[in-house]
C-alpha cells in the first residue's frame, strides 16, 4: 500500500469564534491510500485542543507511512489499526481518522458501493444539520443567523461562553422566534454561570445544551443534568470510545467527530456504546471539507441530531457532491465517500 498526503489550508467565509479562539485560515491535510490503482481518501483536521497542529500531522505521517509497509490489505482494518496504535498509542486521532477514512473508502471502492452500505448503513433521512452562529459582536452575530435564516436554515447552533451569553441569545430568540435553537458553551461556563443560565435557556426554548463546563468536570455536569430541563450533550469530554462509559452519568448525549475519535469505524463503536447505555447521539465535525463531512454523513442517519455545516461555513471547499436544502443533506452518491476533488 502506498500512502500520499498533501496540506492546504481552508479558509472560512467569516472568521469563525468560539469561546477559546477565532480563526480563518484551517489546514487540512489529505491523505491517500493506494493499492493496485484503486485508491482511497481521508481528511485529518487537527485541533489543537485535543494536541494537534498542522506540524504534528505532517510530523507523524512518514512514520505512519513506514508503519503501514508491513500491512498489505486495506480490508485487514484490525491490523490497519493495530499497526497505527504502535505508532500513536495515544494521540493524533485526526491523523487516525484520515487513515481509517482511506481505509474505508479504498474497500468501497473496490465493491463499488457507498461506504455507508460497506458500514452496514441505511439510506434513511438524516435529521436536518444545525448552522453555527459564530461567536462575534451583538450585531455581527444577529446579522449572520438572519441571514442563514433568509437562506432556509431552520437550526441554529449559537456559539456562547463569554459575559454577553444571555444578552446574545435573549437577542436571538427574540429576532427569530421560530427558529430552533441549540447552545454550546466550549466548556467555558463556570458551574455557578451554567446554573444561573439555565433559566435563560428555558425562556429561549433552547433544544439542547452542548458542553456548558469544563471538560474534565464531570461532577459538576451531573449535578447540572439534574436540574437542567434541556438536553446535556458532551464533546469536549469526549476524546476516545472509553469516555463513553464514565459520560453516561453525567449527559443526556454524546457529540461524536470523527477527527477527535479516531475515523468513521471508531465514532460507530462509540454510537453503538452510547445507545447501550441510553445516550443520544449527535454527529459533529469540525471545520472540514465536503470530504470530512461526508464521512461524518455516513453515520448521520443513525443519531438523532446532525450538526455537519462544517463545509457549509468555507469560502474554498475543494470537494464537490454533497447536496443541500437548506439544513437539509441529501446521503452523498457513488462509490466511497461520494465527493470529487475540484479542479486545482
Known sequence: MNLTWDTLDL???????????????????????????????????????????RGTVEAVLPLLAAALEGVRDPWDWEGLHAAVTRVMPHDHPSVKCALEMAAVEWCAMQAGVPARHLLGLSDRPLPHSSYTVSL?????????????????Q????????????????????????????RVDANAAWTRVQAKRMLDVLDAANVELLEQPLAADDLDGHAELRRTARVPLVADESLHHVRDV????????????????LGG???????????RAHGMQVMIGCMIESSLGIAAAAALAGSCDWADLD????????????????????APPQGPGWGVTRRPE
Open 11 to 53: 479558509h472560512t467565509a467569516q472568521p469563525f469564534g468560539i469561546a477559546r479562539w477565532t480563526h480563518s485560515v484551517y489546514p487540512r491535510t489529505l491523505v491517500t491510500l493506494e493499492r493496485g490503482g484503486v485508491q482511497g481518501r481521508g481528511e485529518a483536521a487537527p485541533n489543537a485542543f485535543y494536541g494537534e497542529t
Open 136 to 152: 462575534a459582536d451583538l450585531p455581527e452575530m444577529r446579522q449572520r443567523a438572519r441571514e442563514a435564516v433568509e437562506a432556509g
Open 154 to 181: 431552520t437550526i441554529l447552533k449559537v456559539k456562547l461562553g463569554t459575559d454577553r451569553d444571555e444578552a446574545i441569545l435573549t437577542a436571538l430568540r427574540e429576532e427569530l422566534p421560530h427558529v430552533t435553537l
Open 245 to 260: 462509559l464514565r459520560l453516561a452519568r453525567a449527559f443526556d448525549g454524546v457529540n461524536l467527530k470523527l477527527a477527535k
Open 264 to 274: 468513521p469505524l471508531q465514532a460507530l463503536h462509540a454510537l453503538r456504546l452510547a
Open 310 to 329: 462544517g463545509a457549509l461555513l468555507l469560502a474554498d471547499d475543494p470537494f464537490t457532491g454533497l447536496h443541500w436544502q437548506a439544513g437539509e443533506l
